[in-house]
């Protein structure tokens, strides 16, 4: 008897869950249906949001807030739906637009005055030509060319008011366009460019697709941000909704992490209680905001500030100095450096000068860039530059402090470091981990206390030890002394670029004409401390972008010409060019030869025996170390 209930048990259940899951398709089907009807999806795009819903294709990312690690989450819910919609508007943009061919188009991976880029201009010339150069004319023409498609946005009325100035497009370099072709999922009655931006957000709650909450949210930002098109609204949406849908998860990792941060004594059981407090229901509280209630944490707000570097950066050292009560520091002076870069801009370099412990403090870093004529924009707040604390954390290091001070940023519509609040936060390196791995939101700083200013000294003279200055004058040595010790230093590398011709630095993109390889031979040339002496050096580059897979290039040494060919392959240096130079160098049994350093994107002139010392010594002037650290799971 027992086992006939248990069977008809499970027998309810099943016929339960499979009335459960026919009564979630059709409020799917549903919710497809109702975006069609209220003329937002095509019948394509409807049918491919069906289509996507049957086969569990929808998916929301979701993004740690204490790692900033993404995971894609599958499933069909109201955020989800919401990322299908931005999808559809976004790939509905690159839907109505012309193919884009015109005289200034930038074809990824190509030289700017390519054989490929060189024929478009050259169409856009002829072209105008054949209208007597009448820009608005053959504009005109190319208008009533364009297919069908490219015509639906200006037949639309606007009614909400679209921004003054001009748009920048990007092309998509994957997804949709590219991977499948183009996709008219949107309505022809419903803009792409935001001239239907609210009436979007109005049928995306009459649907059922936003609360009320949501909705009222993105009615501020539509009447604070003018520039959101219906992609955006979307957008937003799915992000608020997904929050929704996973506010139970982010709240208890909040609290495991808010916990995590009581036991390493970066916030008290006070204000961990506060904060709960503050946090409204069903809300979890930034990274960023966390660091206003911290022990050593604080949050400014920039328009607060005065905007002369002279008045803003002592304000500055004052809320330090309140951080770090130990930092007690006297004799600051900030002064500014302006430098014309071009005729109508100014670049503008801060000195900050103190001293504290009996050792003077120098840090010089660029503050801004001004504009001849140009308004002061008083809708920002003070420009903080980020490296104005660098002398700080050099003291820090001096006093083998396990702590340094970083900054902390929250993105806003300006930019994605803010330009409105900034978090000043000291952290021992086990606190900082706690942090997740958002670059945006804490500064970069090395907890290496080799890099104090004795450690700097020490390096020094063991530099000089090794020969390695022996090409500079003793005015070059002394000044480059003094700037390595200005500020703090994260790096090898960083004190040995504060000495002319050590290292040659570049990202490998740098075959730009004219004869970007007899330029390399010269600055190789320059840094060997006279074992590399070419003569007779050939760079078949050429003072423009070559017509050629190849070119030639070579040079001579010890009576002995080399040569290789070189692949052109846009701005991309063949490192084949650094091979031949250092095989010339060994058969020409030269006293060292030019090794990979700062991650194969530097070189140092070395002997034999200088490779070995420094390599054994300071193996991370060669390869960064990685101590195969995983992220953090929480």
Not at 7 to 25: E, K, Q, S, T, Y
Not at 543 to 567: D, E, M, N
Not at 590 to 608: K, N, R, S, V, W
Request: net charge neutral; glycine share 6%.
């Amino acid at each position: 008897m027992k086992a006939f209930v248990i069977v008809g048990l499970a027998l309810l259940l099943a016929l339960a869950i499979r009335f459960c899951n026919r009564h979630d398709m059709k409020a799917q089907i549903n919710f497809a249906d109702r975006l069609y009807q209220a003329s937002m999806l095509t019948a394509a795009g409807r049918d491919e949001l069906l289509r996507r819903m049957q086969q569990n294709e929808l998916k929301l990312t979701r993004t740690d807030p204490f790692t900033g690690m993404r995971q894609e989450i599958f499933g069909t819910n109201r955020a989800s739906i919401l990322n299908f919609c931005a999808e559809a508007f976004q790939t509905e943009m690159m839907y109505r637009m012309p193919t884009l061919e015109s005289s200034d188009l930038f074809i990824a991976g190509e030289a700017a005055d390519s054989k490929q880029q060189q024929a478009v201009q050259q169409k856009f010339t002829d072209e105008l030509q054949q209208y007597a150069g009448d820009t608005a004319a053959m504009l005109r023409h190319r208008y009533e060319q364009l297919p069908a498609r490219c015509r639906i946005e200006d037949a639309i009325p606007a009614e909400d008011s679209l921004p003054t100035g001009g748009w920048t497009i990007y092309p998509p370099l994957g997804g949709p366009l590219t991977s499948t072709g183009l996709h008219h999922w949107i309505s022809e009655r419903r803009s792409v460019w935001g001239k239907t931006r609210t009436r979007t957000a109005h049928d995306l709650l009459a649907v059922g697709l936003l609360d009320q909450a949501t909705y009222d949210e993105l009615q501020k930002q539509l009447h604070t941000s003018p520039n959101l098109t219906e992609f955006m609204v979307c957008a937003a949406a799915a992000t608020v909704m997904q929050r929704r849908e996973t506010s139970a998860q982010d709240q208890a990792q909040q609290q495991q992490w808010l916990r995590k941060l009581e036991q390493t004594h970066q916030l008290s059981a006070t204000q961990r209680q506060r904060l709960a407090r503050e946090t409204p229901l069903s809300q979890v509280t930034s990274l960023f905001e966390a660091v206003g209630y911290c022990e050593r944490g604080c949050i400014i707000g920039l328009h607060q500030l005065p905007r002369q570097p002279q008045a803003l950066y002592p304000v500055l050292f004052q809320r330090v100095q309140m951080l770090l009560p130990d930092f007690r520091y006297s004799g600051l002076s900030v002064t500014t450096h302006e430098q014309v870069e071009r005729p109508t801009l100014t670049r503008q370099d801060v000195t900050i000068r103190f001293e504290a412990n009996g050792r003077t403090y120098r840090n010089t870093f660029w503050q801004a860039y001004f504009r001849d004529g140009a308004a002061l924009d008083t809708t920002e707040g003070a420009q903080v530059a980020s490296e104005f604390h660098r002398s700080i954390n050099q003291w820090l290091a001096d006093q083998q402090s396990p702590l340094r001070l970083y900054q902390a940023h929250t993105p806003d519509a300006r930019s994605v470091y803010g330009s409105e609040r900034l978090g000043l936060l000291a952290l021992t390196e086990g606190q900082r981990q706690l942090w997740g791995t958002n670059g945006s939101l804490l500064s970069q700083e090395s907890h290496d206390n080799r890099f104090s200013s004795s450690g700097i000294e020490h390096l020094l003279a063991t530099y000089q030890q090794l020969g390695l200055f022996a090409h500079l004058s003793a005015a070059e040595i002394a000044a480059g002394r003094r700037k390595a010790l200005a500020g703090q230093k994260t790096s090898l590398a960083e004190i040995l670029t504060a000495f002319p011709r050590m290292l040659y630095v570049s990202d490998g993109e740098t075959a730009i004409p004219p004869t970007p390889y007899a330029a390399l031979t010269r600055e190789l040339a320059a840094l060997s401390r006279g074992g590399f002496v070419p003569t007779q050096v050939l760079d078949e580059f050429g003072l423009t972008y070559p017509s050629t897979p190849t070119v030639l290039f070579g040079f001579t040494l010890g009576r002995k010409a080399y040569r290789a060919r070189l692949q052109v392959k846009s701005d991309w240096m063949d490192s084949e060019a650094t091979d031949l130079i250092n095989r010339a160098l060994r058969e020409q049994h030269g006293p060292g030869e030019f090794y990979a350093c700062l991650d194969g994107e530097g070189l140092i002139f070395l002997t034999p025996r200088q490779y070995t010392m420094l390599h054994q010594a300071q193996p991370d002037l060669f390869e960064t170390p990685h101590d195969g650290a995983e992220e953090l799971a929480f």
